[in-house]
């Protein structure tokens, strides 16, 4: 099975839901770049800064300051390992980034694989309308990043607070965020599959059993050449 997962898609196409699942199914662990940072960030005042200053209006950070991040966390927290795979969501987010993290990757002998979640805009738009986030039980740095569960009175069904809408979910930041994805998508396969990084496209409006369903088969199939399972 592969040990490392890019799980990539544009917003709203499902890549946390299935995160969890797998975290839930296969003990794997899901590496965010801005969480991460977040935390790092807390006890490195240099990276503090880079966050308050460099990164760009959507929240990305500078290039030279990703990979490094991305290095210190498979080599620590993120190490990748049979049994305990570690789903990069969100990232690589250009192909400097996959070029990086593919390099890396195989220099340590790590299986990887590219699952790519397809979803049309418009569906895309529907769904980051009707999401929620729960600012109260949440333990994520910054905004809070995974859907809530919400009760049939629209508060969180976990601890009854007042869900709220992502900021990020608010539809001019929303189309830049799918345009930015839509930009970057080609340089990071080009970038992976010269790694003989498998690529591998989902439908993401598949329920999300069937998603899951289709994500694992993947898993235990497609491995890169000259790798074992």
Known sequence: MVTAIFLLGPPASGKS??????????????????????????????????????????????????????RDAVSGQFQPAVGSPVVFEGYPGNGYQADYLARLLSALRLPSLALVLRLPPQAARQRA???????????????????????????????????????????????ARAARFLQHLPSIRTALTAQDVPWRTID??????????????????HLPKGSTP
């Open 17 to 70: 839901t299935l995160s969890r699942q797998l975290e839930s199914r296969h003990h794997a662990r899901t590496f965010r770049l801005r969480e991460y940072a977040g935390q790092r960030a807390r006890t490195d005042p240099a990276l503090a800064a880079v966050m308050r200053r460099r990164a760009d209006p959507l929240g990305w950070l500078p290039d030279r300051t990703a990979v490094v991040l991305v």
């Open 129 to 175: 309308e009707a999401r929620r986030v729960c600012p109260a039980c949440t333990a994520e740095d910054g905004e809070p990043h995974r859907p809530a569960r919400l009760a049939e009175n629209g508060r969180c069904a976990d601890c009854g607070a007042p869900a709220q809408r992502r900021d990020s979910d608010e539809p001019q930041r929303l189309a």
């Open 204 to 221: 993401a409006e598949l329920p999300p059993a069937l998603l899951l369903a289709a994500a694992e088969a993947e898993l235990h199939v």
